[in-house]
């Protein structure tokens, strides 16, 4: 799906074990590699200055990344000095990238908004979509495991679709990248909806299953016109629990979201399934934000 990656890591997040499955990433179709950390300011001084030791370490650490380099990948080591939100479109500006690879754990609504969260504010400051993966799912992996999911990363999507103008993006941002999408990349999609009727079925919940599977069958058609075997699910339920059981159920690779973070006002007092999912949900996230 993706031809050119930044890999963003804080060595804590567990990517950086990414350095070992250059070529198994290069087998899900990535041929640019960029491996990213930041470095804090050294602020024990008067004035905030490049700690020079740590960045070096840091170079010397993701350089293993180098070592086994299929022919027609390109592996490169960026690290800076700052606060992530700062560096990484520096980086950007030198290597323009189709995604961005980035760790956030698992935690509530309030925590984000007290701690506050790097990948929503990557999501606000870039133009490219975000692979967010939990660093408490890919530190256990055996390096065998993580090399096959490194090749799967984009092989099943998961995509929820309720038909409103956030959904129709996703779906046009997902037929954009798919256009020229490496061989081995994007196989599948499963288009979901989910209708939300507080746990009662009704007459109401079963008219709109009927609208939603025959939305779901126009945008079918559209994505299937790329080569991709499309599937389409209707649930009644909760959306996320309904959607993170699809996910198990199907042998998903990831679940593709939007968010409009362009409304700082609605994203503080509109909860957003989208977030819900980025916040919370185990799998692989693929976040694709509008911008301005």
């Known amino acids: 799906m993706f031809q050119s ?5 804080d060595f804590s997040d567990g990517l950086y074990r990414f350095i070992d499955c250059v070529p198994d990433l290069a087998q899900c179709g990535l041929n640019k590699i960029v491996f990213f950390h930041s470095v804090p300011l050294w602020e024990e001084g008067e004035v905030p200055r490049i700690d020079e030791e740590k960045v ?4 010397q650490r993701l350089q293993k990344a180098a070592e086994n380099v299929p022919n027609g990948v390109q592996v490169e080591i960026e690290v800076l000095s700052g606060k992530p939100l700062d560096t990484v479109p520096r980086v950007l ?8 690879m980035t760790g956030t754990s698992i935690r509530s609504l309030a925590k984000e908004k007290f701690f506050g969260s790097t990948s929503a504010g ?13 660093p408490e799912l890919i530190t256990t992996y055996t390096l065998e495991e993580l090399a ?4 799967h990363l984009w092989r099943y999507l998961l995509i929820p679709y309720n038909d409103s103008d956030t959904a129709r993006y996703l779906i046009e941002e997902v037929k954009k990248y798919a256009k020229d999408r490496p061989e081995n990349s994007l196989k599948q999609c499963m288009l979901m909806s989910v209708i939300d009727d507080g746990g009662r ?3 109401l919940a079963e008219q709109r299953t009927k609208e939603a599977e025959a939305s779901l069958a126009s945008v079918k058609a559209e994505l299937e016109e790329l080569g991709i075997e499309v599937n389409t699910l209707v649930k009644v339920g909760n959306p996320l629990e ?3 059981m699809a996910a198990l159920d199907f042998d998903i690779s990831a679940i593709a979201i939007a968010t409009d973070y362009r409304n700082n006002f609605l994203q503080w007092t509109v909860r957003s399934f989208a977030n819900d999912v980025m916040r919370s949900s185990w799998f692989p996230v693929l976040l694709f934000s509008p911008k301005k």
């Open 148 to 151: 096959l999911r490194c090749q």
């Open 201 to 203: 079925k009704s007459v």
């Open 56 to 59: 070096e370490k840091a170079k």
């Open 5 to 9: 990656c930044l890999i963003c890591t």
């Open 242 to 244: 309904e959607i993170n």
């Open 93 to 100: 500006k030198n290597h323009p990238v189709d995604v961005i």
């Open 122 to 134: 990557l999501a606000k400051l870039t133009s490219q979509p975000l692979n967010i993966i939990r």
